[in-house]
């Protein structure tokens, strides 16, 4: 039995009992809660939903983008076979363009063409987010250095959110901050996430963080600890409602299946040094039983 998928699925109802249905930019209306929270405990069972397939290859390569590889270049992720930065890559030309919905004179949004000019030396980036914020600061480095030498150190944060480089990207960061904890030699860590695509994208951020806690403890020598999260805005689109309800409807009708294991090689101790090719040699999800797919449309 999944625990993942019992937390997933409450979150999910309460969504579609208690939220309200809202405007936003995408033209898309979504049904929202203000805020949520949830523990996992990473060292009992790696979380990864079975109510539906998830893709992990495609999850785990977009964490190690931005933590390892620290690059902001959609030409990375798409020579790996991972299409889902393609909407927010910004044109040979330097120019991002998109249809949003914008208020309008009189205040109504509207549907409107948006470009937005960030110079030719941008281009196939997302701008000043994700990898580029954590390269320009060396998070995932300082992390790490901290871990090893000074692990009751109370400072050990990593945010994606940097007022300066809001304006420069192209999609300021969903999954903005993370705090990290060693108490009893695990490593625990705490997630912020300012708005949440919970059909699409809570269930890749959770596997994500979950992997990437896993393996920092692993290349620091600690057990993997408990995952906390913390969301603001917790959504299901109203064009994605059918398909959650289905998956609630397997829940209800099934429960979980058992969830996967996560091994990550012994003979690589640096997390730089991981493989990050299209094959992850050094990262397998071992087990993996799920109920099927259920496709899930992309609010832009």
Known sequence: MSMWDNEYIALCKKILSDGVEVENRTGIN???IPFYHFTLDV???FPALTTKQLFFKVAILEMLWIYQVQSNDVRWLK????HIWDEWEIGEDGIWRAEQMLPGESG??????VEKSFGKEWAHTIGTAYGYIVNKFQMTQRLIETIKTNPTDRRMVMTLWQDDYVPTAVLPSCVWSSEWDVTNGRLSVLVHQRSCD???GLPFNVTQYAVLQSLIAHCTGLKVGSLDWSIKDAHIYVNQTEGIKEQIRRFDT?????APRLVISDGVRDFFKIDNSRELKDIKIEGYEHMGKISFPIAT
């Open 30 to 32: 979504s049904i929202k």
């Open 43 to 45: 060292e009992k069972e």
């Open 79 to 82: 020579e790996r076979g991972v």
């Open 108 to 113: 109504v949004l509207e549907k409107r063409q």
């Open 198 to 200: 919970v059909p699409l």
């Open 254 to 258: 099934s429960g979980s299946l058992p």
